[in-house]
């Protein structure tokens, strides 16, 4: 197995031990596969943060816990890569366990599991569900900070939520999908990935709230369970459109956009208005092509700021002083991209 990388590093980045490593490296026998598997990862991991390699300064080791479609977690993933190097005197390195979908069973045993091997903090995306919360609780007692992303556990003793005010998200594509619609009678399709993120949640609550009060000619029909991958959802839509010939307009709180925009061109449906959130790969081609309206997005960058920073104060590398507030939401639209 090639690479530059020194022994001790990769273990860290591992979780394992040296001589774990070092037998895995000779290929030498004695090792469960999916340990090696996660070696292996660390190989990769470290390969994508080759720059923090070497410094000098307070080192602090992350887990990123995800379970969210892959071209989100990519673009978390991403954006926490790139903001690393800027934290600069400290060091950060992030280890990744990023799953489309994950049964709230594994989930538990991978808090677990990272409570018993040691971490500096963990980046969580995660069902709100009562063993979940008990998970975090665990974690936290063990002594290892956690700050949820995008979605939040509020029953547990995480130490902050990072990410945008979901309520207001929701509120905000109301107002847009009753105004553009012009007072006309409609239903609009809301789809979430599912009902067990609380994230999701708080934006559909605030989408039907503002909705109600403001736009009352308009329904709504939502579908969950889909989790953002592009088959599910499809198949989700395509069955929404039969039963409810009046819907012409899209809330995608959950993603796979790319699918429900097929689904309305195979079905010959016109989509008057489609807001989703998230300015990923998918999305940015779809607002080129004017297949969606607007996304609402938050800077992921300044949300994996925020969140090594409150690790940093709850390791007393920082003063503890005035939390960050929640990410701005921007609305983009094909004619204020980012370039």
Not at 79 to 94: I, K, S, T, Y
């Amino acid at each position: 197995m090639s690479h530059p990388f020194l022994v001790k590093d990769i273990a860290l980045q591992a979780g394992v031990s040296i001589a774990t490593v070092d037998r895995v490296l000779h290929g030498r026998g004695g090792v469960r596969q999916h340990t090696i598997r996660r070696i292996e990862q660390a190989i990769r991991e470290l390969e994508t943060q080759r720059s923090q390699l070497g410094l000098s300064g307070r080192k602090f080791i992350l887990d990123l816990v995800m379970e969210a479609p892959l071209r989100f977690t990519e673009a978390v993933r991403a954006a926490l890569e790139a903001e690393m190097p800027g934290l600069h005197p400290a060091v950060f390195r992030a280890r990744h366990h990023l799953a489309e979908v994950r049964v709230a069973a594994n989930t538990v045993a991978l808090l677990d599991a990272i409570a018993r091997r040691g971490s500096n903090g963990i980046f969580l995306k995660a069902p709100d569900i009562p063993e979940i919360a008990a998970a975090v609780d665990r974690v936290v007692r063990s002594g290892i900070p956690v700050v949820t992303l995008v979605t939040d556990l509020p029953n547990s003793r995480r130490l902050a939520y990072v990410g945008i005010d979901n309520r207001a998200a929701g509120e905000t594509a109301a107002y847009l999908i009753g105004a553009w619609l012009g007072g006309r009678r409609a239903d609009v399709l809301v789809t979430l990935s599912s009902n067990r993120f609380r994230g999701e949640e708080e934006r559909e609550i605030g989408f039907r709230r503002a909705l109600r009060e403001n736009f009352p000619d308009l329904g709504i029909v939502d579908i969950s369970e889909g989790h953002g991958i592009d088959r599910a959802t499809g198949e989700l839509v395509r069955t929404a459109l039969t039963h409810h010939p009046d819907v012409a307009a899209v809330y995608s709180i959950g993603g796979g956009n790319a699918s429900i925009v097929q689904a309305f061109a195979e079905m010959k449906r016109p989509c008057l208005v489609f807001i989703g959130h998230d300015l990923d790969a998918d999305n940015l081609d779809l607002l080129r092509s004017r297949h969606i309206s607007a996304v609402l997005h938050h800077d992921l960058r300044q949300d994996m700021r925020s969140a090594c920073i409150h690790i940093m104060r709850a390791q007393g590398a920082l003063p503890k002083s005035v939390a960050p507030g929640a990410s701005n939401i921007q609305i983009i639209t094909p004619f204020n991209m980012p370039a």
